[in-house]
T-cell receptor, first 114, second 113 residues
Framework: DQQVKQNSPSLSVQEGRISILNCDYT??????FLWYKKYPAEGPTFLIS?????DKNEDGRFTVFLNKSAKHLSLHIVPSQPGDSAVYFC?????????????FGKGTSLLVTP | EADIYQTPRYLVIGTGKKITLECSQT?????MYWYQQDPGMELHLIHY???????EKGDLSSESTVSRIRTEHFPLTLESARPSHTSQYLC????????????FGPGTRLTVL
């Protein structure tokens, strides 16, 4: 039973435009959410996170929005650059029964075209 | 920047071999994790540790075992590798608090023939 869902397997955006990646979750116990960027055959790289007490967190070109009532979060990348092309994973934690391990979505493959 | 290392990066072995995937971190993190990922799929937790001498199984059933004798070291062992073990194995660590960030190593891509 997947608790974190990324319903868009892929997204293509032009350089300079905004990329919006979406993520939904089902477990209301999740209280910390993260976005990771991953290249093939490499480990995920942490991008940005947000606690459930906030609804927005910004770091440079990356902004994460959290809508707890809708159990939805999104990652905005502005402006998008070709180097942003990668797979982006949404993750959530809050279950102490598994050491606060992360629950991951299946990822969204972002392609930023020149 | 995270200081977490995994060796080997790539491994191709035959069925029945015993293998150990190494993971070490220099950040002094108490918690460490092993995830497994197949292409196009989410990462699945297979083992985690709260600290030295602590190991627990994750949500995804795995025939592998782990040990945590030192804080910085969290190796994963497969006693008898099979083709179904072919996957990417990712090690991560985090500080000992509820809302903290996990940092990942570069992963080991394992292929069992």
């Amino acid at each position: 039973d997947q608790q974190v869902k990324q319903n868009s397997p892929s997204l293509s955006v032009q350089e300079g435009r905004i990329s919006i990646l979406n993520c939904d979750y089902t477990n209301s116990m999740f209280d910390y959410f993260l976005w990771y960027k991953k290249y093939p055959a490499e480990g995920p790289t942490f991008l940005i996170s947000i606690s459930s007490i906030k609804d927005k967190n910004e770091d440079g070109r990356f902004t994460v929005f959290l809508n707890k009532s809708a159990k939805h979060l999104s990652l905005h990348i502005v402006p998008s650059q070709p180097g942003d092309s990668a797979v982006y994973f949404c993750a959530a934690s809050g279950n102490s029964n598994s050491g606060y391990a992360l629950n991951f979505g299946k990822g969204t493959s972002l392609l930023v075209t020149p | 920047e995270a200081d977490i290392y995994q060796t080997p990066r790539y491994l191709v072995i035959g069925t029945g071999k015993k293998i150990t995937l190494e993971c070490s971190q220099t950040m002094g993190h108490d918690k460490m994790y092993w995830y497994q990922q197949d292409p196009g799929m989410e990462l699945h937790l297979i083992h985690y540790s709260y600290g030295v001498n602590s190991t627990e199984k994750g949500d995804l059933s795995s025939e592998s075992t782990v040990s945590r004798i030192r804080t910085e070291h969290f190796p994963l062992t497969l006693e008898s590798a099979r083709p179904s073990h072919t996957s990417q194995y990712l090690c991560a660590s985090s500080e000992s608090s509820g809302t903290d960030t996990q940092y990942f190593g570069p992963g080991t891509r394992l292929t069992v023939l």
